[in-house]
Every structure is written in structure tokens, then in C-alpha cells.
């Protein structure tokens, strides 16, 4: 169990169980604990600064608009097939297009840590 003052540990184990999910027989991502883990990283863009706090906004909006997804649909292929099926999934708003905004910023996020650890092992 995570401890509560330790937010990059909750993000780390979170993201383990779903990296643990993928890599199983059946890779079936739920989509709640998806954006639960998602949800996490949010504090993370909002110590960026005053630049990134409409990233942070639009990121957690994003995250939200899953998790309320996750009420009526388990899984990730799930939400994307659902959305194929509407043909919504290149629409504003659509499940699939927000799953698409927080892989981006997911990516930044990861990148950031990335460069920040280069450059302590730099020093």
C-alpha cells in the first residue's frame, strides 16, 4: 500500500498494476483504475506553473469525462469500439479523443521526468 505523503509512489504503483494488466493473458485494460492512475499525474502538470495550468485543466477534464465514462463501460477496447461503432471517435468530446489528449499528456509528463533524470546523471 502506497503511503499518503508519497504521490510519485502512487502514481508508480498505480501505473505498475496496469502495466502488469497489459502484460497478462488478457490485456483487457479496465477503464477505471486506467483513469484513476491518470487522474494522479494532474498535480504533477499543475507544478509546471502559471504556463501549464490550462494544460492541467484541460488534462483533468479529460481524465474526468473517462472515469464518469467508466461507470457504463469496463474497458478501454470497450470505449474505442463503442466509439468506432458511432463513428464519433475523431469528434470533440468523443471518449476516444479525450483517451487520445491524456496519452499526449501522459507523454509529456513521461519525457519531463525523462530530461530531468539525463540531467542529474549529467551533473
Not at 62 to 85: C, F, G, N, W
Not at 91 to 96: E, F, I, N
Request: aromatic share 6%.
Amino acid at each position: 500500500m502506497a503511503d499518503v505523503g508519497k504521490p510519485l509512489r502512487k502514481i508508480a504503483d498505480a501505473f505498475k498494476e496496469l502495466a502488469e494488466k497489459v502484460n497478462s493473458e488478457n490485456a483487457d485494460v479496465e477503464l477505471a483504475p486506467f483513469s484513476h492512475a491518470c487522474s494522479l499525474v494532474a498535480p504533477l502538470i499543475g507544478c509546471l506553473g502559471i504556463a501549464f495550468k490550462f494544460a492541467e485543466m484541460d488534462y483533468s477534464a479529460k481524465v474526468d469525462d473517462l472515469a464518469e465514462a467508466a461507470k457504463s463501460i469496463t474497458t478501454l477496447s470497450a470505449m474505442v469500439d463503442r466509439d468506432v461503432e458511432g463513428n464519433c471517435v475523431r469528434r470533440a468530446g468523443s471518449h476516444t479523443r479525450n483517451l487520445l489528449r491524456v496519452k499526449r499528456g501522459l507523454e509529456v509528463v513521461r519525457v519531463l521526468f525523462e530530461e530531468l533524470l539525463a540531467i542529474e546523471y549529467v551533473s
